[in-house]
T-cell receptor, first 116, second 114 residues
Framework: GAGVSQSPSNKVTEKGKDVELRCDPISGHTALYWYRQSLGQGLEFLIY????????KSGLPSDRFSAERTGGSVSTLTIQRTQQEDSAVYLCASRGLAGGGTGELFFGEGSRLTVL | GDSVTQMEGPVTLSEEAFLTINCTYTATGYPSLFWYVQYPGEGLQLLLKATKADDKGSNKGFEATYRKETTSFHLEKGSVQVSDSAVYFCALSAGGTSYGKLTFGQGTILTVHP
């Protein structure tokens, strides 16, 4: 597609349920990032994918959080046994090879998660 | 670790006023510096960037100069418009093995009134 696509745009769930958030990056972009945007915490890095592998998972806040990427394209962020503090906007970004490490990240509009 | 500190907002200005949003950073090595903007209802998008000391990034009338001696990357615009109302994020990419990931400041909400 033309941009980074994320779904669902809004998700309301009950505490303790599992949720899956999907990211479809820009076609051909090999690098993919997940961030979390919450009030008072700003934008926090969660995980980075290069192709299907994740060399940097340092931002995942707990073992309830996991992510995978298949076919070097779509990525899914899974949160198990959701807690109220997981409520946030989850942002996905992708980057092509141009510009190397200084290349622009293209962001999706985010998935807003509310845990009741 | 790497960090970015932005001036706290919100910032409220009248149209055609001068804008400065301060940003300072802490990083090892020589990071690249960015300003991203988030307009209401939209995703984050790159506004401008600078990859080495004394570089000036510019776009849409906004400017920021990479100042290594003061570890700063302040955003300026000489005459703001109502359409500039948005949240502005300063960010750095440390390079090397950081894989291009960005470390963001807290964001500054800018509201411009007619």
């Amino acid at each position: 597609g033309a941009g980074v696509s994320q779904s669902p745009s809004n998700k309301v769930t009950e505490k303790g349920k599992d949720v899956e958030l999907r990211c479809d990056p820009i076609s051909g972009h090999t690098a993919l990032y997940w961030y979390r945007q919450s009030l008072g915490q700003g934008l926090e890095f969660l995980i980075y994918f290069q192709g299907n592998s994740a060399p940097d998972k340092s931002g995942l806040p707990s073992d309830r959080f996991s992510a995978e990427r298949t076919g070097g394209s779509v990525s899914t962020l899974t949160i198990q046994r959701t807690q109220q503090e997981d409520s946030a906007v989850y942002l996905c970004a992708s980057r092509g090879l141009a510009g190397g490490g200084t290349g622009e990240l293209f962001f999706g509009e985010g998935s807003r998660l509310t845990v009741l | 670790g790497d960090s970015v500190t932005q001036m706290e907002g919100p910032v409220t200005l009248s149209e055609e006023a001068f804008l400065t949003i301060n940003c300072t950073y802490t990083a090892t090595g020589y990071p690249s510096l960015f300003w991203y903007v988030q307009y209401p209802g939209e995703g984050l998008q790159l506004l401008l960037k600078a990859t080495k000391a004394d570089d000036k990034g510019s776009n849409k009338g906004f400017e920021a100069t990479y100042r290594k001696e003061t570890t700063s990357f302040h955003l300026e615009k000489g005459s703001v418009q109502v359409s500039d109302s948005a949240v502005y994020f300063c960010a750095l990419s440390a390079g090397g093995t950081s894989y291009g990931k960005l470390t963001f400041g807290q964001g500054t909400i800018l509201t411009v009134h007619p």
